[in-house]
């Protein structure tokens, strides 16, 4: 598993309560990401990071937030969750620009 | 931007039938390619990769990928698939230089009839 731990791996909770998924990882990778998985749209990015405090917005950002603030664990927050974010979620990391990526095992995430 | 286009969504086969899973993306520039397996409730492998050099990349479990430049395009083989194979097989690109997005596609469905 490469050494990336998502927590936690099963999660409900109610609309418009805020929820945060943590990533870990052991490897001292520099780079790490946010994916969502839904049926028929593949993994789609949320947010990434490059490095400690330094984040950027994926293409479905809307309704998510990220912190970095040290190179193991790399949080995204639902500020106030809604049906629409029911998916699972997957975190990645790498050791350098444009090389392969390693996942965590993924966060069911059901908001009701 | 970048994109992937996976025009199998759901491919179905019998023990030792050759396989080809279309992948084709969209960018101007130099591309790094990968397929990733998702195994039924697993996360993300990777299979094989390919950033330069022979366009022909061989990965594990018997896989092989050919990068064809001039149709933009690296479809994934296997010449006899196991009813192991069944899993869902994503496609990913991001570019050499600049942002370091990597983008999927929509993934494929094998499934292999034993």
């Known amino acids: 598993d490469a050494g990336i731990t998502q927590s936690p791996r099963h999660k409900v909770t109610e609309t418009g309560t805020p929820v945060t998924l943590r990533c870990h990882q052991t490897?001292?990778?520099?780079?790490m990401y946010w994916y969502r998985q839904d049926p028929g749209h593949g993994l789609r990015l949320i947010h990434y990071?490059?490095?400690?405090?330094?984040?950027d917005k994926g293409e479905v950002s809307d309704g998510y937030s990220v912190s970095r603030s040290k190179t193991e664990d790399f949080l995204l927050t639902l500020e106030s969750a809604t049906s629409s974010q029911t998916s699972v979620y997957f975190c990645?990391?790498?050791?350098?620009?444009?090389?392969?990526?390693?996942f965590g095992q993924g966060t069911r995430l059901t908001v009701v | 931007a970048q994109s992937v286009s996976q025009h199998n969504h759901h491919v179905i086969l019998s023990e030792a039938a050759s396989l080809e899973l279309g992948c084709n993306y969209s960018y101007g520039g130099t591309v790094n390619l990968f397929w990733y397996v998702q195994y039924p409730g697993q996360h993300l492998q990777l299979l094989l990769k390919y950033f330069s050099g022979d366009p022909l990349v061989k990965g594990i479990k018997g896989f092989e990928a050919e990068f064809i430049k001039s149709k933009f395009s690296f479809n994934l083989r296997k010449p006899s698939v196991q009813w192991s194979d069944t899993a869902e097989y994503f496609c990913?690109?991001?570019?050499?230089?600049?942002?370091?997005?990597?983008?999927f596609g929509t993934g494929t469905r094998l499934t292999v009839i034993p």
């Open positions: 490897e001292n990778h520099r780079y």
């Open positions: 990913a690109v991001n570019a050499q230089t600049g942002a370091n997005n990597l983008f």
């Open positions: 990645a990391a790498t050791t350098a620009p444009n090389t392969e990526a390693f």
């Open positions: 990071s490059y490095g400690v405090k330094d984040t």
